[in-house]
């Protein structure tokens, strides 16, 4: 990522990584130490334990998870070697935990005081992976960067691509993706198919996202997509491979069922092809 010594107005105070494994390093604990490092950012490492990893749809009674999980207590090496890691990485500021809680349960209390979470997008099985992390995307209002299967090192946002559709979540998107597109080489602008609006959305003033971008000194490439909505996660894997880009931001959506909330179709599609970051917010 071309940073400037100066961090971008908006970037990320605190960065939060939800790390897999320690020795080696897993590939969020890499990755949020090279964007805290770019923002100037303070770095929250947190360890989840496989056993956690699989909770959705609300968390068990604490008496049961005991009997059926033994989490692991925080280890004062894994917290040196943890801050060493991140000072070497140009952290400044660092700090190590470890969850008892699942991953929708974490990232919501954690959230509340973190402005970008770090999570690798197989750190759940393959046959839940939709259902734990859509509930975690779902219910979390911070920003998150889901990294691909088989990541590995920094992130690099130089050609960043932004998923428009008209719906709140994206607005939220593209909002949240300002300190990456400000120091990106190249912005795309993926204009879809707006979304239906209800009477509220009507009567209240439109946001107009290459404007938006404009008004941020941000200059931007702007490419229609048409596609229908059974078809959108295709055609958006089409543009950002076509483009080259290595940083897609697109809101999260999904849908509520009873006790959990399960991704969409598209969101799907996206999360399961992908070989870039994501940049996601609800």
């Known amino acids: 990522m071309n940073m400037p010594s100066t961090p971008p107005l908006g970037a990320p105070t605190d960065v939060l990584a939800l790390v897999t494994a320690t020795s080696p390093w897993s590939p969020a604990a890499i990755a949020g130490a090279s964007l805290a490092a770019a923002f100037d950012a303070r770095l929250t490492g947190c360890y989840i334990d496989?056993?956690?990893?699989?909770?959705?749809?609300?968390?068990?009674?604490?008496?049961?998870?005991?009997?059926?999980?033994?989490?692991?207590?925080?280890?004062?090496?894994?917290?040196?070697a943890f801050v060493t890691m991140a000072r070497e990485s140009g952290v400044h500021r660092a700090s190590w935990?470890?969850?008892?809680?699942?991953?929708?349960?974490?990232?919501?209390?954690?959230?509340?005081?973190?402005?970008?979470?770090?999570?690798?997008?197989?750190?759940?099985?393959?046959?839940?992976?939709?259902?734990?992390?859509?509930?975690?995307?779902?219910?979390?209002?911070?920003?998150?960067?889901?990294?691909?299967p088989s990541w590995h090192?920094?992130?690099?946002?130089?050609?960043?691509?932004?998923?428009?559709?008209g719906s709140i979540e994206s607005v939220r998107a593209i909002h949240?993706?300002?300190?990456?597109a400000r120091n990106a080489n190249e912005v795309l602008l993926l204009d879809g198919e707006a979304p239906?609006?209800?009477?509220?959305?009507?009567?209240?003033?439109?946001?107009d996202p290459a404007s938006y971008l404009a008004n941020?000194?941000?200059?931007?490439?702007?490419r229609r997509v048409h596609a229908t909505s059974a078809e959108a996660g295709a055609a958006l894997l089409r543009e950002i491979e076509g483009a080259r880009s290595d940083l897609l931001v697109m809101g999260a959506y999904g849908h509520s069922r009873v006790r959990e909330r399960v991704l969409?179709?598209?969101?799907?599609h996206i999360l399961q092809h992908v070989n870039v970051p994501i940049l996601m917010q609800h």
């Open 50 to 80: 496989p056993g956690l990893r699989m909770l959705h749809g609300g968390e068990p009674d604490p008496s049961v998870l005991a009997l059926l999980i033994d989490p692991p207590h925080e280890q004062p090496e894994d917290r040196v």
């Open 196 to 207: 239906a609006y209800d009477d509220d959305q009507q009567r209240a003033p439109r946001f």
């Open 176 to 180: 949240a993706a300002l300190p990456f």
């Open 97 to 148: 935990m470890v969850t008892r809680a699942g991953i929708a349960q974490t990232t919501r209390q954690l959230g509340a005081w973190h402005d970008l979470i770090v999570i690798e997008r197989d750190m759940v099985d393959e046959t839940i992976a939709f259902d734990v992390l859509g509930e975690a995307l779902l219910t979390c209002r911070t920003p998150c960067l889901l990294l691909p």
């Open 153 to 165: 090192g920094p992130v690099r946002a130089e050609r960043v691509a932004l998923a428009w559709n």
């Open 216 to 222: 941020h000194d941000i200059k931007t490439r702007v």
């Open 264 to 268: 969409g179709g598209a969101t799907r």
